[in-house]
């Protein structure tokens, strides 16, 4: 299981990047199976940490998506309404979900040592 | 999505557990089980089954004998199907219907000899049908044994099963017909194999002791048979149009809102009265777009909520999201629905049941 050392996670599984783009762990990925729909947020939404606002859908189960981060959605995945499936096979690059302008409190979020610990 | 909840401790477990790892399946709660939800994915499994042959655990499932003189006139007495037109050595779909109009559970009937019957139940229902059975036995001339932890139960369906299983059993399987129930031998240790499935392609079911369940399950990996869970079963018997106990089917449905109406005969049985009413409701299948459905969502036709969705999946075979709702029976009859998704409401468009047949 990949857990890139630049990014933060969140305990729901989230990763953020130092740019604000935010997407599911390689963890989840897995967890979730094959990917077969993607909800996204509206450009322009302020969120707060914690508030649901994209959902991932499995073959078996839709599982909400949580901001990492408060802020601003700045853009959102749009290749993801065609081929949702890239949130398995490219989870930290072509599978991203949304982009975040984060503003100064973000949630807690561990690193990638301690979210891998967590998650073995 | 959600925190991982690993709490397995208290779980039953089939004898192919340690099978299961080995594959690398991952494993969770189902019904009071321990099962495999998926092993290589969903989708690669389903379609192994629909276009080779795939294999499921079933083992969670329960086996009651009913035996003696009066076997015959006890199971007539709590279902709905006519099992005095089973003869040895065939099986057949049924219902033990409650006495307040929905069901107990569905169950398939299997004849092993004249007096010696085999009836395969639901995991999830094992206590309640067999408190329910024992407190119907009454003084018919019949024993009533519990066998579930005797047995594995490993279910080999897809096209290509008659052909990987062929250089491996004793019985010629092509002569064998859908619903037949027998006696064999495979990779050499006696089983039971029956003809039937619930994935809509052709298949087995392989009834084996289970000490000997994991040499099956191996042997049958070794002949080619792709592993598939939990996941695929419900798309592959979704796509079928079957019913799932706790879906479409529970103590407060009206069975006949499914339209199997086949499976009650003119016969007297418990529940009669109940089952013999017209539904309220009737079972229809949903697809969309693009917007996955699932169990729970609301089904409005023309701003009013006429039922709920029961089951809903994307379709591997199809391509699209499908779905089975209850609906008022008027309502179904006009066509046009919308579900309501996370407080909006999709467009939902009316496909016959089954989405799929071979």
């Known amino acids: 299981m990949q857990t890139p050392s630049e990014l933060k996670y969140a305990p729901t599984h989230e990763w953020l990047s130092g740019d604000g783009t935010v997407g599911i762990s390689d963890f989840a990925q897995d967890q979730l199976g094959d990917v077969v729909y993607v909800e996204l947020p509206e450009v322009g939404r302020e969120v707060k940490a914690g508030e649901t606002l994209a959902v991932v859908e499995s073959v078996k189960t839709a599982s909400d998506i949580y901001a990492p981060a408060s802020g601003t959605i700045t853009a959102v995945n749009d290749a993801l309404s065609g081929t949702p499936e890239l949130v398995n096979s490219s989870p930290y690059g072509e599978g991203w979900l949304f982009k975040l302008d984060v503003g100064e409190a973000s949630g807690e979020l561990m690193d990638a040592a301690a979210y891998g610990a967590a998650n073995n | ?358």
Request: net charge negative; hydrophobic share 40%; aromatic share 8%.
């Open chain 2, 1 to 358: 999505m959600a925190q991982s909840d690993t709490n397995t401790q208290q779980l039953k477990r089939t004898p192919l557990h340690a099978a299961h790892l080995r594959s690398g399946a991952r494993m969770v709660e189902f019904g009071g089980w321990e099962m495999p939800v998926s092993y290589t994915g969903v989708m690669a499994e389903h379609q192994a089954v629909r276009q080779q042959a795939g294999m499921f655990d079933v083992s969670h499932m329960g086996e009651f004998r009913v035996t003696g003189t009066g076997a015959l006139d006890f199971l007539q007495s709590v279902t709905t199907n006519d099992v005095s037109r089973l003869k040895a050595g065939r099986a057949h779909y049924n219902w033990l219907p409650g006495e307040s109009g929905g069901l107990i559970d569905d169950i398939y009937v299997y004849r092993v000899a004249e007096h010696d019957y085999l009836l395969v139940v639901n995991a999830a229902n094992i206590g309640k049908d067999w408190a329910h059975l024992k407190r119907h036995l009454n003084d018919h001339d019949a024993q009533l044994s519990d066998e579930s932890g005797q047995w594995g139960l490993i279910a080999v369906q897809g096209p290509q099963t008659g052909a990987l299983l062929q250089p491996h059993c004793d019985t010629n399987l092509g002569q064998t017909k859908k619903n037949d129930f027998f006696a064999a031998h495979l990779f050499g240790v006696p089983v039971w194999l029956a003809r039937t499935g619930y994935t809509g392609e052709d298949g087995f079911e392989v009834f084996v002791p289970a000490a000997q369940a994991e040499a099956i399950w191996d042997a049958l990996l070794g002949a080619g048979l792709t592993p598939a869970g939990l996941g695929a079963r419900d798309t592959l018997r979704l796509e079928a149009g079957f019913p799932l106990f706790g879906h479409e089917f529970s103590a407060e449905i009206h069975p006949l809102s499914s339209g199997y109406s086949w499976v009650v005969k003119d016969k007297a049985h418990l529940g009669r009265h109940h089952i013999r009413v017209e539904p309220e409701h009737r079972l229809i299948g949903l697809a969309t777009d693009k917007v996955p459905l699932r169990e729970g969502y609301p089904v409005f036709q023309g701003g009013v909520q006429v039922g709920v969705v029961t089951s809903g999946t994307v379709s591997p075979t199809l391509g699209h999201p499908i779905a089975m709702a209850l609906v008022d029976r008027q309502a179904a009859e006009q066509g046009a629905f919308e579900v309501e998704v996370r407080g909006k409401r999709v467009a939902a468009r009316v496909l016959e049941l089954p989405f799929y047949r071979r």
